[in-house]
């Protein structure tokens, strides 16, 4: 490709609206324009890129026993509307406001795909009907759709997206097992062939629901998401799944009787400790919500922050509405008698539900809110002095917390996900009667896993881990080109012959090129090359060629070499199939 024909262009400075280092650089380097609040064009350049991912996942994905098919955008809302036959929210009110609702011409409602569960699951109840014809793994790559209320990061969360999400059925609990066995392994292959460096780590299901999760995890610093990792065993979580130990606090200390003490404007926890001269570990810390109408207090321990994904499935499996749940407005706060900034779990009625972390149970003697205004209570004891309608895991782990599997020791690390997998079990297929026919001649639900991974996201994912001051470093495997061949003195006879007949014979050789034949400065044409990222730059010019040929530098490299002219087309190939051969191994 001729950049001279190039249907995009670079940029010297980085744009006033900037997201971050992937939308500044992508934008700069020409590979994307934004059209609107997390909607992007993806211009040649990044279209290359966006496909050579995909093509790895499908290469991968087909190795294992997956399907290629595509599964319309557009869906009858009615779909995502279906309750789980176990009862909780339907589709529709997990997403809430995230899922993209339309109606067409004749009023019927519709819906934006933001997954496809409900959409394969009714192909799988046609054409699956023995167990003759299980295990099968349907996967796609197309465009998703999620109303994101910040979008942000550049690529990293918009509202339109390209994904692949592959689906697999089965027969039984461990023909289930075996597929996400089988299509881990070959995320994970398509991943690293990708170049990425990625944790696989325990996640929660969230809004497609199901058993098992696990998301690929890349560490970055732009991510806005946290994993924890042990330095001894190796287990490895999301923030929202983490399991940690809460280390005891005065466990063994004697009872002692409640005492209300003047706290005179000391609303927050940090004021509390610092006011009566306590570590916040004796404190108990109570954040008060709504949900489905009802009041919801949720205690842990003052040192501890509060979990809200954990907290929202805590509700969930005790069946509370939580499609509307939200920190508790002033007016809702009044009417339930919660005294705001001074509340605690006592004396509360069964009107409202307390919600309570295990940290609880893991000290004595706290000091809690006395639930009138500039008023504490001291040596507050559970369950002594209040009651508890759920005791469970709400609260987030932290850096240097104890792993709960072995007793070592929990380090954070910022990223964001990349690809999320799930277990699903019977969720979708006994909601839409997605049964076959087994070989005892018993009628049985599919057993269903869900696999995405998310193209776009990755290419972002990429350029934050891989850039660096002088622009994008792509991996030989998904980069645009191969090779940048950079001609200088375009207006001259010489170099521009040798230039257009080198560029001749590595189309001839089926070397994947871009070609600088603009006719701007030496030192124009270097930066572009280098904040485009092609792997490997051929440069053409009046002292390379009085040196003997053609400069040859690999983008990380800091001093080039040269090489014969006549011979640089092969040699060139012959270098980028040994790395392509190299990245592979």
């Known amino acids: 490709m001729r950049l001279s024909h190039l249907f995009t262009r670079t940029l010297r400075e980085a744009p006033r609206d900037s997201e971050g280092r992937n939308y500044e650089l992508l934008v700069r380097a020409g590979f994307i324009r934004q059209l609107a609040a997390g909607v992007y064009s993806f211009l040649p350049l990044g279209n290359r890129v966006l496909r050579k991912i ?68 009714l192909l799988a109840s046609e054409f699956i009907t023995s167990y003759r014809d299980l295990p099968q793994r349907p996967f796609q790559v197309h465009i998703r759709f999620r109303d994101q209320r910040r979008p942000r990061g550049g690529l990293l969360r918009t509202r339109e997206f390209v994904m692949l999400d592959l689906y697999t059925f089965d027969a039984d609990p461990e023909s289930m097992d075996e597929s996400y066995r089988v299509v881990r392994e ?208 709400i609260a987030s782990a932290y ?45 049985r639900p599919l057993l269903m896993g869900c696999y995405g991974i998310g193209v776009s996201r990755i290419l972002a994912a990429l350029v934050e881990q891989r850039s660096d001051e002088k622009g994008l470093v792509w991996p030989l495997r998904v980069a645009p080109y191969h090779v940048a061949l950079v001609g200088f003195d375009m207006d001259k006879e010489t170099t521009r012959t040798a230039a257009e007949r080198l560029y001749a014979d590595l189309q001839a050789e089926g070397v994947e090129t871009l070609f600088d034949d603009r006719i701007e400065s030496p030192g124009v044409k270097l930066n572009d090359a280098d904040l485009i990222g092609v792997p490997l730059r051929v440069v053409v010019s009046k002292r390379s060629l009085k040196n003997g040929g053609v400069e040859l530098k690999w983008r990380h490299e800091k001093e080039g070499k040269i090489i014969a002219l006549d011979e640089a087309a092969r040699t060139i190939r012959d270098l980028v199939q040994k790395r392509l051969h190299e990245t592979e191994s």
């Open 399 to 443: 850096d240097g917390a104890s792993c709960a599997r072995c007793g070592g020791s929990l380090h954070m690390v910022r990223g964001c996900e990349v690809g999320h997998i799930f277990k699903l079990g019977t969720r979708y297929s006994d909601v839409f009667h997605a049964t076959f026919l087994a070989a005892d001649g018993t009628s």
């Open 186 to 393: 070959a995320c994970q292959a398509a991943l690293e062939r990708c170049g990425l460096r990625f944790l696989l780590v325990d996640a929660d299901s969230g809004a497609i629901g199901g058993k098992d999760s696990q998301e690929f995890f890349v560490p970055i610093e732009a991510g806005e998401d946290d994993a924890l990792i042990c330095d001894q065993c190796g287990y490895a979580a999301n923030r929202e799944k983490a399991e940690f130990v809460r280390d005891p606090v005065g466990t063994d200390e004697a009872l002692e009787a409640l005492e209300e003490v003047y706290t005179p404007g000391v609303k927050t926890i940090a004021e509390l400790a610092e006011f009566l001269h306590v570590p916040e570990e004796r404190t108990l810390k109570c954040v008060c919500y709504t949900a489905g109408g009802r009041s919801v207090i949720a205690v842990l321990r003052g040192d501890l922050e509060l979990n809200e994904v954990k907290l929202t499935n805590v509700l969930t499996r005790a069946k509370l509405d939580v499609s509307d749940l939200h920190l508790a407005t002033p007016e809702e706060l009044a009417r339930s008698g919660i005294v705001a900034g001074f509340t605690s779990p006592l004396d509360k009625d069964d009107s409202i539900l307390i919600v309570a972390d295990h940290s609880i149970t893991q000290g004595r003697n706290f000091v809690a809110g006395a639930n009138r205004i500039d008023y504490h209570v001291t040596h507050v004891n559970y369950p002594r002095d209040f009651r508890v309608a759920i005791l469970d895991d």
């Open 54 to 121: 995909a093509d790895l996942l499908r290469s991968e994905l087909e190795r294992a026993g997956g399907q290629e098919v595509m599964l319309p955008i557009l869906q009858p809302r009615e779909l995502w509307e279906q309750p789980p036959l176990n009862g909780g929210l339907s589709r529709a009110e997990a997403y809430g406001a995230e899922l993209f609702s339309l109606q067409d011409r004749k009023g019927r409602d519709l819906v934006l795909g933001a997954t496809h569960e409900e959409v394969i699951t």
